[in-house]
């Protein structure tokens, strides 16, 4: 029977992704956990428990206790907020996946999900179809993390026969949560400044591409991922992936056709820097190619989508 344990379930991908295994495993065999008790009210469709992460000892005995076969392990300081506190993102975001790892080695767990990023690419990169292999600089604390835990996970895969598996997720958009700290995060917030009827302040230039994807696509590929055979996962540091691109002005005009009035200013600030090291695109092929990956959303058909559903989640206040 496998029994599923959420880390960090209470962030954007969490809240998303839980309620997705939930459908595919049931209620009963999915544990989601964060920091925040508050979080429990999230969580009506499956058990609920407050972690620590960086407490191994409380991991290590929820594991055991409730008979953990996996382990998705999203919690993690993102690129902007990382910047403010460098020392506390690293301890985070390093510690916290060194005790899942070691947890998966010592228990003989089955399957361990540990997102990556695009951040995980710099100024050195290729900017355009940035290759699954190519020369990675990443200047955020956020970004070193993030290739150094890309690293651990293909050491325990080789070393100790860890099945971990990951993704390097492009800018995440969705509308059923807000997110948290990411240099990406003004395509979620532009959408709420447009159903609210209010302009928007970016704070990006207006031509900046960044690799972005639609919430739908990123849970199906996550599950598609963890769903697909050992033997056709061949990358296990982390798989590029790519849903579409596109700059702050091309959001604006996709969400302008269905909100005529909508404005835009601009005001950079310091994630200008962040977004200019990172690529303009990606290439997914070898994801394509191994397990299947394909997407579905593109910039106006999620732009409808998040239109449409938004009001709902966030009902705007009188
Ligand atoms: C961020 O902007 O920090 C994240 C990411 C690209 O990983 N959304």
């Known amino acids: 029977m496998d029994k599923i344990l959420v880390i960090g379930a209470a962030g954007q991908l969490g809240s998303e992704l839980t309620r997705a295994l939930v459908d595919q495993f049931g209620g009963d065999q999915v544990i989601?956990?964060?920091?925040?008790?508050?979080?429990?009210s999230?969580?009506?469709?499956?058990?609920?428990?407050?972690?620590d992460v960086m407490n191994k000892e409380s991991l290590g005995t929820l594991v055991k206790k409730e008979r953990v076969t996996q382990i998705y392990h999203l919690a993690a300081v993102l690129s902007a907020t990382g910047e403010k506190n460098p020392q506390f993102a690293w301890t985070l975001n390093m510690e916290s996946l060194l005790h899942v790892l070691e947890l998966a080695k010592e228990c003989g767990l089955d399957k361990i999900y540990w997102p990556s990023s695009i951040a995980v690419f710099g100024p050195s990169t290729p900017k355009v179809n940035t290759p699954q292999f190519c020369e990675k600089d990443p200047n955020t604390v956020y970004g070193i993390s993030k290739l150094a835990g890309e690293g651990w996970c293909n050491y325990y895969f080789e070393k100790y026969g860890v099945?971990?598996?990951s993704l390097r997720y492009p800018g995440l958009i969705g509308y059923k949560s807000l997110p948290g700290g990411g240099t990406t995060d003004y395509a979620v917030d532009i959408y709420h400044k447009a159903i609210a009827n209010q302009p928007f302040t970016c704070f990006l230039s207006e031509d900046t591409y960044l690799p972005m994807m639609y919430m739908p696509d990123a849970i199906k590929a996550t599950l598609d991922l963890m769903n697909a055979p050992k033997e056709a996962v061949k990358i296990r540091s982390s798989y590029n992936l790519a849903g579409?691109?596109?700059?702050?002005k091309e959001i604006f005009e996709s969400?302008?056709?269905?909100?005529p009035s909508f404005q835009i200013g601009f005001q950079v600030d310091f994630?200008?820097?962040i977004a200019d090291s990172w690529p303009n695109s990606i290439d997914d092929s070898r994801a394509r190619a191994?397990?299947?990956w394909q997407p579905s959303y593109d910039l106006d058909s999620m732009s409808r989508d998040i239109l449409k559903h938004l009001p709902t989640f966030f009902p705007l206040q009188s």
Not at 255 to 259: L, M, T, Y
């Open 271 to 273: 994630r200008q820097s």
């Open 42 to 51: 999230l969580f009506p469709y499956c058990r609920f428990e407050v972690l």
């Open 32 to 40: 989601a956990t964060d920091l925040r008790d508050s979080a429990s």
């Open 244 to 248: 579409m691109s596109f700059s702050p």
């Open 163 to 165: 099945d971990v598996r």
């Open 255 to 259: 969400i302008k056709k269905e909100v």
């Open 290 to 292: 191994d397990w299947g």
